[in-house]
């Protein structure tokens, strides 16, 4: 039925072709002259802000972004300087980094992986970006920093809170500064202690995904080394909209408090859930019932609206905080845009002015140079007091606060107030830490 | 030549011209005028393009030729690729091997949704294929973590062992994918006054591999079995009654197409070893739809060109945020420059999406053909004689 058309000549033919087109690009491989990726040759510097635009983490991509801009202003010598005029290093002078302007690009990063990292290809390989930074998400963060260390440049990660980013996923061209799980749990449970005792017993609900498992371990043996008791720990579905289902059985398990470890929307519908069902009204052995939300943002707190009032759980940053730092970053964030910047703005902030003034420090903009500029960095002066970036892992060790939702607030942003500020050496743990450990930073990797 | 008739093979001819000078092609503009955020030409959004290009390519088989809608091809798409980055986690990190198991482990995966969904047609095979899709994703994003690695996406370590490889480098690092010592992600910059075009070893992998996912399409589209597969389209009743099976046939080209998702999913790993699970989500399936419709089911190149408008779409027009806006109207008095940057907003940056949803709304309206329609059209107002003649090449009639 089928003629078919296989020759000989025919066969040479292609696979000649074929050869041809496999060897082609080797003619080309001449070794370049940069001695690292992207070495900026200009009177201009590129950062690039990858950060959520679509998706549910738009809003914090949104504040995120916000915060970069107003950063870039300020290393260019634009507004009040904010956090560059209370920063304890004074390399920074305005004139942008080492006297190059700096110029950006954004992207989008869908709150995907893939297109996170297709986004800052092209910003490494179109517009010559020397930096990276942003993600809202930590399996976006992992991901672009994994990247990042291929490509041979720096990646600041924005707000990401999985124990993995510096833990079992670390790398040498990553850093990070916002707080992470295991911090959350060793800040919150002293506080916890103190206000509900001992002898409670626990019921998880847990993200079905990377972050909410490295979060529910962390809340775990930090709330059972006080003596409390893990009745149970049972996993959403992330898409999931509807929690009534899941709160129904708490109800019968004998449990005295229930922990949330959701973030974003998911957060917002299982509390206001757990509301509803008339958790925090009931009695359970003798003892008011309880809800804890280990991991809490303004942007939450405001989603959820009146169910926040009076639950607890930590934050890397707050607005209301009053050192001289906190209130020159609130002052000239709300000069530009309005209102009080989220915890997201101000450690995508920080990331950037860390950044530049690593750079400036070491006098390039090499990634190893300035990676070796940044490890074991101590500073003062951006909002959490004194804070170390540890050279095994890349994490940023500071105070870690404890909020609580407000009872009467006096505006839409005075949502939460500070119960307590952690201080960095109770919630500072071991590089090799179990819930850490399996990771290794390799070598830096300058590309080119 | 090679089995084609004149016509097939001049389109062949121009396909591989196109993708070969792609490079140069899609960086028209100079790399420091304000255009420059127009051009293309970059290794990954080149290599992209020829990917989804395969993809699209693939899906057209079944959905142009046969008609039956899957919505569920990403979960083939994810599939390769897992099969790839664990294939660099175990093996080595030549490309060959990942790409060979990538499209062996998708045609196993799409020869068992295939037998299954293939027992209904129409809007139950759609949603037969999409529950399996949705279902691939969530067991990807958690219970399967320990080979998926959830959400996070799975990715390469220092100590994977690499049996026929090296663990790491000499360097502490990770070795990068490469094809016999070529590595993928090697690029050479080459300039001609301010112009300056890459030349990316990954990319030329890609477009070669395309050309013979193209080259084995027209072969499908042109042979007896491709006529089946149309009369499945056309009658699929009829089929039964004239004492046909027409099943083993729909399942070959699901399976085809199968295989050719799972070889862009394992190209995709090679290029970029990281697979994560949103490659399998029910919006990855509805892209490869989009693309297909975009550029002109049942047509041979059309699905190229969808895959290309709306990568096109997602990497450049997303990245024209405001600062770019105000640099372009910044020659307009103050307050008419503040009114096209807010009236221009919504369509760039973050809204690309409803760019490219009013482009496809008009591109369906007006174009039902696709883009090639498009195409045809133009050619036909140059050319008045024969304009029966170019139709009845390049575009089958739609049966329905």
Redesign the interface.
């Known amino acids: ?2 003629k ?3 020759t000989r000549r ?1 066969l040479i ?2 696979s000649a072709i ?1 050869g041809a ?2 060897a ?3 003619i ?3 070794s ?1 002259a940069a001695a690292f990726t992207n070495e900026p040759t200009g009177g201009s510097v590129t950062l690039g802000f990858n950060v959520p ?2 998706g549910p983490y ?1 809003d914090e991509g949104a504040d995120e972004l916000r915060a970069y801009e107003l950063a870039v202003e300020h290393l260019n010598g634009g507004g009040d300087g904010g956090m560059m005029n209370t920063f304890s290093s004074k390399a920074l002078q305005g004139n942008g980094i080492m006297g190059k302007k700096v110029e ?5 990063t869908q709150t ?4 996170a ?3 800052a ?2 910003m490494i ?2 517009d010559s970006a020397i930096m990276i930074t942003g993600g809202s ?3 976006v963060a ?2 672009v920093q ?2 990042c ?3 041979g440049v720096i990646f600041m990660a924005g707000l990401t809170h999985s124990n ?1 980013t510096t833990g079992k ?1 670390k790398k040498a061209n990553g850093f990070r500064h916002f707080f992470n799980a295991y911090m959350s749990g060793a800040a919150l449970a002293p506080v916890l202690q103190s206000l509900y005792g001992s002898d409670r017993k626990a019921y998880h609900l847990t993200a ?4 909410g498992w490295t979060q529910e371990e962390s809340i775990v043996a930090s709330t059972e080394s006080l003596g409390w008791e893990t009745v149970n720990t049972v ?1 959403t ?2 898409a999931a909209t509807d929690f009534s289902s899941y709160i129904a059985p708490v109800l019968n398990s004998g449990a005295d408090v229930l922990v949330l470890n959701h973030y974003g929307g998911n957060m917002v519908n299982s509390l206001t859930n757990a509301v509803q069902f008339g958790l925090r009204d009931k009695q359970v052995n003798g003892k008011n019932f309880e809800i804890v939300v280990p991991l809490y943002s303004r942007l939450m707190a405001r989603g959820a609206g009146e169910n926040v009032k009076g639950i607890h759980g930590s934050t890397n940053w707050h607005w209301s905080l009053q050192d001289d730092a906190s209130k020159a970053f609130v002052k000239s964030f709300g000069e530009k845009y309005g209102f009080p910047p989220s915890q997201a703005a101000h450690t995508c902030y920080v990331q950037t002015l860390l950044y530049a003034d690593a750079v400036t420090r070491a006098g390039s903009f090499n990634p190893c140079a300035v990676a070796e500029a940044l490890e074991g960095f101590e500073f003062d002066g951006m909002g959490n007091g004194k804070t170390l970036y540890r050279a095994e892992d890349h994490q940023c060790f500071k105070d870690v606060l404890v909020v609580r939702g407000k009872e009467n607030p006096t505006s839409e942003f005075d949502l939460l107030e500070v119960v307590e500020v952690t201080p960095a050496a109770q919630v500072t743990y071991e590089p090799d830490h179990p819930m850490f450990a399996g ?2 930073l ?2 830096c ?1 300058p590309g080119a | 030549m ?2 084609l008739n004149k016509r097939d093979f001049s389109l062949l001819l121009i396909v591989a011209v196109l993708a ?1 000078c792609a490079p140069f092609i899609l960086n028209p503009f100079p790399a420091d005028s304000a255009m420059a955020q127009f ?1 293309a030409g ?4 080149m290599q ?1 393009f020829a990917i989804y290009g395969i993809f699209a390519i693939g899906f057209n088989i079944l959905f142009g030729l046969t008609g039956y809608l899957s919505f569920g091809h990403a979960a083939f798409l994810g599939v390769g690729s897992y099969s790839a980055v664990w294939m660099f986690k175990l093996l080595s990190m030549n490309v060959i091997p990942a790409i060979l198991l990538s499209v062996v482990v998708a045609g196993l995966f799409s020869l068992l949704i295939g037998f299954i969904s293939l027992r209904r047609s129409g809007i139950y095979f759609s949603i037969l294929t999409l529950a399996f899709a949705q279902m691939s994703f ?1 067991l990807a ?2 219970v399967l ?1 320990p080979i998926t ?5 799975l ?5 994977d062992p690499r049996i026929l490889g090296v663990s ?1 480098t000499e ?4 070795p ?1 994918t490469n ?1 016999f010592g ?1 590595e993928m ?6 300039n001609f006054g301010n112009w300056s075009f ?4 990954g990319y ?2 890609c ?2 591999l395309m ?2 996912s193209f080259y084995i399409a027209i072969r499908i589209f042109r ?3 491709g006529m089946m597969l149309r009369a499945i389209k056309s009658n699929n009743t009829r089929m039964t009654y004239t004492g046909l099976n027409a099943r083993p046939y729909a399942l070959a080209a699901f399976v085809i197409s199968g295989m050719y998702a799972g070889l862009a999913g394992g190209l995709l790993a090679s290029m ?1 070893p ?1 697979a ?1 699970a ?2 399998m989500q029910w919006t990855a399936s509805g892209e490869v739809v989009l693309m297909t419709i975009l550029g002109g089911a049942g047509t041979l190149i059309g699905p190229v060109l969808g895959a290309g408008f709306i990568k096109y779409f ?2 450049i027009f ?2 024209i ?1 405001d ?1 770019v806006l105000h640099s372009w109207f910044s020659f307009m008095p103050d307050g008419i420059e503040n009114l096209m940057v807010t009236l221009v907003h919504p369509f760039v ?2 809204g ?2 409803l760019t490219l949803g009013l482009l496809f709304m008009l591109v369906v309206i007006f174009l039902p053909g696709g883009l090639v329609e498009g195409g045809q059209r133009i050619a036909r107002l140059f050319r008045r004689k024969k304009p029966d003649d170019a139709k009845k090449s390049t575009q089958s009639t739609p049966a329905e």
């Not at chain 1, 995907?112 to 297109?115: P, Q, T, V, Y």
């Not at chain 2, 992600?185 to 080459?190: N, V």
């Open positions: 039925m089928s078919s058309n296989l025919g033919k292609t074929a087109g496999v082609l690009p080797t080309f491989t001449a370049s635009q679509t738009a950006y690009v954004t992207g989008d995907k992986s893939d297109a990292r297709a986004s290809k092209s390989e179109k998400s930590s399996g992992v991901a994994g990247l260390q291929e490509a993995d996923d079905d995904y990377t972050w996993k579905p992330l990771g290794e390799g070598a990797n | 090679l089995g070969l051009n970059y290794p990954d959004l992209r969530n994003y958690s973590t690695n959830g959400e996070t996406g990715q390469l370590t220092l100590d790491r360097d502490g690092s990770i990068v094809l070529i992600r090697e690029f050479t910059t080459l890459d030349i990316s070893a030329y992998l477009a070669v050309l013979l042979s007896p079995f970029d990281l994560g949103e490659r997602e990497n997303s990245k945020n600062g940056g973050k690309w999406h």
